[in-house]
Structures are given as C-alpha cells and as structure tokens.
C-alpha cells in the first residue's frame, strides 16, 4: 500500500465478508488523510470516481464485485457507495490494519485460524519473511506463561523452543524475559549440544573435560 518504489511487493489474505470493504474504505480515503485533496473524487489516480458511478470505468477496472455488496441494483449500489464511503470520512474510523496478524492475515479469529494451517506449511521456506512464515506460532506470552515462576531448566527449554521452534529472534526472546542477549544466546547454544552428543564431545575434548 506504500508508493511504487517503496519497496518489494508484499500481499495479505483479507477475510471479504469482514474486513474487505473497510479495507477498500480506508485506501480510498488515503489521499483525504495524507490532507492532499478534500474529497476522494479529486484524487485523479483513484478508482473511486469510476466505481461511484461519476465516470465511465476503463476496461481493465472491474468495479461491479463491491458494487454487489450494497444492492442488487446498479445505481442504488452505487448511490449507497457513496454513502459509505462519506461516512468514512466524517466518522475518522480505525485503519482495519490495525488488526493485521503476522503481517499477512486480515479477518475475524475463524478465518485466522483456517489460514494459519496452511501457513504453517511454509515455515521452512527462508524467502518468506520470519514474521510470516511462523504465523501461526503462539505469542511469547503463552510459551513462557508456565514456566516463568519455575526452574531454570524448564525456563531454558522454553528459550530453546520459543527460538528453534518457533522462530523468534533472540533479541526477541530477551527482551521479554528482561535478561541479556548473551545468556538467551549460550542457553540455545547449550541444549543444541545437548541435543548433538557428537559436538558435546568434541567440545569437552577441547576444553579438557
């Protein structure tokens, strides 16, 4: 949604019966919010005129897909655009960004949940960003709410699996816990030989255990 040279194309998956038309509000009002123009129909590069029925659409623009959730009748549909889209100004609503989960997933807690699956087939994938690729991991919160009242040990798993498991970045990890970067990094470093008895040993060897 940024301009063209902004940066690397990036998408999200919108839920179209509760998100779309808020989200297709907020990109009309852009311009009016950014104070380049007053009303969205004198923002030239906008498809607002064409879909509210002051001018004839081009070709390439298919307007009639959310015309259809306002009414049956073209010019009703329409007239009720407009509408909606007035309201949006005077009312200053909320971007529906607000409720973007993992910078991909747009919609009510169902559609999160159905979409989540499917992500979590693409964790191993390095090209999509970490943010995205573990979507559906639980929150920081969740993974230490147990174990931050017990032993160290259980503590250090949870390091372990909040990081090796489910992709957060050590600074991450030690910026919730409110302990240095360093001791999240040795207690993964740790257990990854614990886990790897072949390099536990060598490193007892050089260290003359």
């Known amino acids: 949604m940024g301009h063209v040279s902004q ?29 380049l123009v007053e009303l969205p129909e004198q923002w030239q590069w906008s498809s607002y005129q064409h879909t509210a029925g002051r001018d004839e659409p081009p070709e390439y623009l298919t307007e009639s897909w959310i015309l259809g959730f306002f009414d049956t009748n073209r010019f009703a549909a329409q007239e009720q655009y407009r509408k909606f889209i007035r309201d949006g100004i005077s009312s200053k609503l909320p971007s529906p960004l607000k409720d973007l989960e993992a910078q991909v997933l747009l919609g009510d807690a169902e559609f999160l949940f ?40 259980i503590r ?26 360093t001791t999240v990094s040795k207690v993964v470093r740790e257990i990854d030989l614990l886990n790897d008895p072949l390099a536990l040993h060598d490193r007892m060897i050089r260290e003359g255990g």
């Open 7 to 35: 940066g690397r194309y990036k998408s999200i998956l919108v839920d179209k019966e509760n998100y779309l038309l808020e989200l297709c509000r907020y990109v009309v009002l852009n311009p009016i919010r950014a104070k």
């Open 114 to 153: 159905r979409f989540k699956a499917l992500l979590q087939e693409k964790e191993g994938i390095k090209e999509i960003p970490r943010n995205q690729r573990y979507a559906s991991r639980p929150g920081l919160e969740k993974i230490f709410r147990e174990s931050l009242n017990q032993s160290k040990t």
């Open 156 to 181: 250090d798993e949870k390091i372990y699996e909040a990081s090796v498991t489910y992709g957060y970045t050590l600074k991450e990890i030690s910026d919730f816990l409110g302990i240095h970067y």
